[in-house]
Structure formats: C-alpha cells, structure tokens
C-alpha cells in the first residue's frame, strides 16, 4: 500500500514563491507517473502537473505554466511541486498523486492519493 504526505503548502502573497513535496512510504515504490492535483470548493480536481518517474517527462496544465515546475527525487522517492509568481486564483488544496499502470500520457488515472495540503494566495 503506497501512501503519499503532501507538505509545504502555506499562505503567501500574490507573486510569492512555494515549494510542495509529496513523500510516498510503501513497499517497492515505482510508480509509473506522478501528479500534482488542485481543487478548489464547487470545482472538478484539476490536474497541474505530471512527471514520469523514469525519465523526467513533464506535462502542465496551461494556467501554471512557465510558473510551476514538477520535479522527482527517485532517491528520495518525493515528488516536488516548485510555484512561483502565485497568483489568488492558484489559491487550492493540492494534491499528489501517483499512477502505478502509465496507460496514458499525461497520466489520466491515479491509483493512490495524498491527503492534500493549502495554498492560500493573497491580492
């Protein structure tokens, strides 16, 4: 059973910087894909980010951009999630997630989720 702990998520004003990891613990973790997921109250659960695991490929969503970076510590078995220039409207809880099967790429299925951690952007 993979489990995943977000961490890294604060309050920041609007053009600040932060940095989310997302450590996964569990037996053989080799995950096909990771992601980086948001949501915000009233909406769908957006997809951000992705990397796979084995070769750095990466893949955004066209709202972060240029401003998020989604990087892998194999190592470390962490996935990072580097935000710069926040804006209000990057204000969610997000999300890591991992993809054990990589049937599509992006990934469009994830098997095992963390339990979220906020990002509160002020204007």
């Known amino acids: 059973q993979v489990q995943l702990v977000e961490s890294g998520g604060g309050m920041v004003q609007a053009g600040g910087s932060l940095r989310l990891s997302c450590a996964a613990s569990?037996?053989?973790?080799?995950?096909?894909?990771m992601g980086w997921f948001r949501q915000t109250l009233g909406k769908e659960r957006e997809l951000v980010a992705a990397?796979?695991?084995?070769?750095?490929?990466?893949a955004y969503a066209d709202s972060v951009k240029g401003r998020f970076t989604i990087s892998g510590d194999n190592a470390k078995n962490t996935v990072y999630l580097g935000m710069n220039s926040l804006k209000p409207e990057d204000t969610a809880v997000y999300y890591c997630?991992?993809?054990?099967?990589?049937?599509?790429?992006?990934?469009?299925?994830?098997?095992?989720w963390g339990q979220g951690t906020q990002v509160t952007v002020s204007s």
């Open positions: 990397i796979t695991w084995r070769g750095g490929f990466t």
């Open positions: 569990g037996r053989t973790f080799s995950p096909k894909n």
């Open positions: 997630a991992a993809d054990m099967t990589g049937r599509t790429w992006p990934p469009t299925s994830f098997d095992s």
